[in-house]
């Protein structure tokens, strides 16, 4: 039997396991009233990602915040250092924490049962969201740099709980049937399309940027605090979740993954890690948050909205767009199938952000400087990659057995962070570049 043969008849019984376990779950377990559990896993995954969207998303905040005060002016032409750098030290902080704490969160989160974490976790970053919105009425203008720490400061504390959730949020998956995958993947893609879409009502609102950014972060504080008490409420009232959880609430501990069988799964495994490793490295490296629109100068849409419309909003809708494609087609590649479209992705789409409109720029040329070019590119980077994404997690299920899934999702996400740690410097390298 040819390598090809024993890798789709390992498949083939994997799923056979997989799908008579989960039937078998199904069948014995409660309903899931009211859907509480499928909603749980939404709001989930839509606070999983929402803290790193609404740092991203408040463009215009962060302008003002660190604008030339001699000047007073926000528009690309009178960008600072500080300006130019915020999104690249943003990206550099978001992955340092990431790869910190997703092997903290490995080696030492098993001490801690699932639900304390899940409430820590949320708790910690509805505090930090607070203090956030504190910091928006508080003049900043002559302590712009230390406000500049602070706020890697804060992103830090954010997004190290955010790793330590990636931990447990999958230690949680791991015991529920493959369809509670899908709410917490779309409530992942539709943080963006949130986020974005609470940007641009408030910029509509008519408010000045610090008050529009106050209700902005005000209207997040409120999301994290509702999910917060969505969590305390479902995982100590649901039949169903504490059934598929049984193993997690009667004072036993998870089993932690050792090094050898970690390597193992991880030579399973190597694909979807290798697919996503492409994915970090043509996000890190394409400066999409620096791009401008053509017409600038020129009015609102120009100005104010073509920023947080296209480049957040749209790119938001696409990422649902192929996120909800890989759940029901599947191209069917071989594991290097799905690694060279990942690379082959990566090659097409970095050059063309690259020689968009990104401002400043003191060295590259800008060779496709209109903004229905950014617009196709947005759309179809999108979705291409969101629906890899989506895939990579489909992947994983089918090449190991259900008694494998919890550690193999946890050897993905620390290789992930590892891989966003390495290619952390991309982002300011391409920004030096331009």
Not at 74 to 89: D, G, I, M, P, V
Not at 361 to 370: F, M
């Amino acid at each position: 039997m040819s390598h090809e043969e024993k890798y789709k008849s390992k498949e083939t019984k994997n799923e056979t396991v997989c799908e008579i376990k989960d039937e078998k779950l199904e069948l014995e377990s409660p309903p899931d009233r009211f859907h509480l559990t499928y909603i749980l896993f939404f709001f989930l995954g839509l606070v999983h990602f929402l803290p790193w969207s609404f740092f991203t998303t408040a463009t215009e905040f962060w302008m003002y915040k660190f604008r030339n005060i001699s000047i007073n002016e926000t528009n690309s032409e009178h960008r600072t250092y500080l300006q130019a750098e915020f999104n690249a030290s943003i990206n550099i902080t978001l992955q340092i924490t990431e790869v910190a704490f997703l092997i903290l969160g490995v080696l030492f989160g098993h001490l801690i049962r699932v639900r304390v974490r899940l409430i820590g976790i949320f708790s910690i970053i509805f505090a930090l969201f607070v203090i956030l919105c504190v910091f928006v009425e508080i003049d900043t203008d002559s302590w712009q740099e230390e406000f500049f720490g602070l706020v890697m400061v804060i992103t830090a504390g954010i997004n190290s709980m955010n790793a330590v959730f990636t931990i447990t949020i999958y230690t949680v998956l791991a015991n529920f049937p493959q369809t509670y995958l899908a709410p917490y993947l779309t409530g992942g893609a539709i943080s963006g399309i949130t986020t974005s879409s609470l940007q641009i009502l408030t910029l509509a609102s008519g408010l000045s940027v610090l008050d529009s950014a106050l209700l902005y972060f005000s209207l997040g504080v409120g999301v994290i605090g509702f999910t917060l008490i969505f969590i305390i409420f479902t995982t100590s009232q649901s039949k169903f979740y504490l059934y598929h959880m049984r193993n997690y609430v009667d004072g036993s501990k998870e089993k932690r993954v050792t090094f050898k069988e970690g390597f193992r799964l991880l030579k399973i495994i190597w694909s979807p890690i290798a697919a996503m490793g492409f994915l970090f490295v043509s996000l890190d490296a394409s400066p999409t948050a620096l791009v401008v629109s053509e017409g600038e100068g020129q009015g609102p849409w120009y100005d104010t909205y073509f920023i947080p419309v296209i480049t957040y909003w749209l790119a938001g809708v696409c990422n649902l767009i192929g996120r909800n494609i890989a759940f029901t087609f599947d191209l069917n590649l071989n594991n290097v199938g799905w690694v060279v479209l990942a690379a082959v992705r990566m090659v097409i789409f970095v050059p063309l952000f690259i020689f968009s409109n990104a401002q400043p720029r003191h060295h590259l040329p800008v060779l496709l400087p209109h903004d229905y070019q950014y617009i196709i590119f947005v759309i179809f980077s999108n979705i291409s990659g969101s629906y890899i994404m989506g895939r990579t997690y489909f992947t994983i299920k089918k090449l190991v057995t259900q008694d494998e899934l919890k550690d193999a999702y946890h050897v993905n996400m620390v290789m992930i962070g590892l891989q966003m740690g390495v290619f952390s410097c991309i982002s300011m390298i391409t920004v030096n570049l331009l």
